[in-house]
């Protein structure tokens, strides 16, 4: 298993925004079906190296690569844009804040993009978008605006729009954090689903029983540097190193409060 | 008050009304057409494309309207540009309602959420369809009553076509003044039938945006 080909290989991506260098040669490999949650203080750079895999947020250095495609290519304007489109397709992203489209309906949000780029047929796009929504278990509201839900819903809902494209891998980013406690688990047990139909996924999150549960391997990021990686029942229970146990304490102390 | 005298010159100005709406409608499309020119040239990716808007946003409006409308009505012909009153009300106001509402329509393109550009890219979408169907339609739910307040303005400045002698309300009016010496008269008609159109007009506005928000 480890010595397969990485499915997603980030090798020493490096990031400035200006003179605030924000990633210090990351190194990252994920397998095919495995997941990956990284944790770490606010401002560590968890977003941006996420945000760098489908280039949202083009790396200064390194390169990040999915299979044996590079994602951060430099190219012309309008050969970059074709590319980067089609490599997006292959990777979903939900974000903390939802981001569905507020004049769409939820069935629109799902369909809209299988629409222009796979050129389904409205009919097809319906029974696409009902797969989809029944699978996050949201097919009752799929004649909603996305006004009409609470923020799990939403989340939800995101989460069938993004794997409407039928992607390779789901990045996830802090996905229940702005969600009210009571509205957490239903985000976590569609995520679990997912997780065991072998989605290759990588998970931004504060909620370390969530990690602990779901995940095959942990970072553990502080000022732009991965400073510990491992599978969770080491990285929680048994961390090597001073930072990680400190942010482990604290983050416990916090959520006990 | 000479009620008499209103009444007998009362369809005249109905006439000039007439000419002033026309005008208006005419200002309006070019403006919005200049406006959407304008506001996709600030918003290019291409720095020159960028400049020409923010030029030309900003020479319009660093100057009097009635000064553009002079350059091209009395200026025209010296640089070969003929164009007859009406034209030149009509190209003169559109260029100048076309400034302010790029400003409009930029101004609701960029309050659309960055995390929506996002959400549209990150399933695969281009800028174009980004643009399209995700950052558009909400821009123009935004736009619907700022729009409304360039059009109101763009009704009021069709007085200043008077000055290159276009025969429309104003105009009328000035000129009943002549041979009536009865300018309280005739400016109040000019004054209720701009009231009418502008009313006319913010009620359709209001129509199209309360429409704009049920959808
Ligand atoms: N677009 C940006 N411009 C400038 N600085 C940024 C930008 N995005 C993030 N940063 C900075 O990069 C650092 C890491 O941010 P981020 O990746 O969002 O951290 P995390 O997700 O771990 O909280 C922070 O110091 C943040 O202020
Ligand atoms: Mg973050």
New interface residues.
Partial sequence: MTDQKPFIDIRHAQKSFGTLEVLKDINLQVQKGQIVAIIGPSGSGKSTLLRAI?D?DPLTGGEVWLEDKRINKTLP?SQY?KHI??V??E???V?Q?F?????LKVRENVT??PK??KGLSGTEANKLAEEQLEKVGMLERIDYYPSQLSGGQKQRV?IA??LA?NPKVMLFDEATSALDPELVEEVNLVMKKLAQEHMTMIIVTHEMSFAEAVCDKVLFMDQGVVVEEGPPEVIFRNPKNDRTKEFLRKHLAGQNA | MDFDLMQRVFPFFLEAAWITIILSVLTAILGLTCGILGAAARLS?FALLRFVGAAYVSVIRGTPALIQLFILYFGGPQIGIQLDAFEAGVIGLGLNAGAYMTETIRGAIITI?K??I??????????L?TMR??VL??AM?LMIRPLGVNINALIKATALVAAISVVELTYTAQRYIGSTYKPFEMFLIAGILYMIIIYVTGQAVAWLDRKARI?
């Fill in positions: 489908n949202l304007h844009e489109n089609l997006r397709q990777i979903g992203m974000f804040h981001n569905l489209f507020p004049h809209l993009a222009m780029l995101a729009r993004a494209m | 990716r959420d995390g929506q996002e959400a549209a890219r990150t399933v695969g979408l281009s800028r369809q169907y995700v339609p909400q739910r959808n």
